[in-house]
């Protein structure tokens, strides 16, 4: 009866709703068999743990950010220090001197200065606007992914705070408590001793949560840990 009343009046439900409400129950329904599933209950789980993890590792990584007078507190002002993340991320593969590494790839005789102009006009064979900021990001970006990017090294990549985070972590890699690689992965993300010693401080595991942002195996850990405990006494 509503049926017939509604297509008097020309009001949906008409056809169209009708079959986007069947195939909307179809797709209800088979989520609804999905997570019966056993492996979609195992995925639940997974998921929630590495939302766990994400949020561990960002307390650690942020330190106290909501407390009453956080903020004016000078005799507590580690608690709301900031550790840096991981500098290599999905989008930004990080931070280069292109001029030392054009100095690196093109030999003086070839193109007379370093300037970004010059390079450009020498090596790719383009004149632009060099007070133009935006031709100036567009030729930088030109230069680099054509006769750059494939001479980019490891060592070319690296946090601006790497050689003093690296003099930071040097007494841990003359101990043998962790080796030059491990240094090298530390620093290049900008950690220090001192962010070691507030993620220790913040969280039981903070120090294993770092390591493994930063993509190293947290059996370093424990003597790490045991490094600093012994700095304390």
Do not use: W
């Not at 088979?30 to 789980?45: G, M, P």
């Not at 929630?48 to 950010?65: D, L, M």
């Not at 450009?120 to 060099?130: F, H, Q, S």
């Amino acid at each position: 009866m509503s049926n017939l009343v509604n297509e008097a009046s020309e009001l949906s439900p008409g056809q169209f709703t009708m079959k986007v409400g069947e195939t909307m129950n179809k797709k209800l329904e088979r989520q609804r068999e999905n997570q019966k599933l056993q492996t979609f209950k195992k995925r639940r789980i997974e998921k929630k743990k590495n939302r766990k993890k994400a949020q561990r590792s960002s307390s650690v990584k942020e330190g106290t950010t909501y407390q009453q007078e956080v903020d004016v507190n000078e005799n507590a002002c580690d608690i709301i220090q900031q550790i840096p993340s991981s500098l290599i991320l999905t989008s930004v593969k990080g931070f280069i001197d292109t001029l030392k590494l054009s100095k690196r790839v093109f030999p003086k005789a070839d193109v007379d200065n370093y300037k970004q102009q010059t390079l450009v006009k020498k090596v790719l064979g383009i004149e632009y606007a060099a007070h133009n900021a935006k031709d100036d990001v567009l030729s930088l970006s030109e230069l680099f992914s054509q006769k750059l990017q494939s001479s980019c090294e490891e060592d070319d990549l690296h946090h601006v705070n790497f050689n003093s985070c690296k003099l930071s972590l040097k007494p841990l890699v003359d101990k043998k408590i962790i080796n030059a690689t491990v240094c090298i992965k530390l620093a290049r993300s900008g950690i220090n001793v001192t962010h070691l010693k507030l993620a220790n401080s913040r969280d039981v595991n903070g120090i294993k949560l770092i390591l493994t942002d930063n993509n190293v195996n947290n059996r370093y850990a424990s003597s790490i840990i045991g490094h600093l405990s012994g700095c304390e006494e």
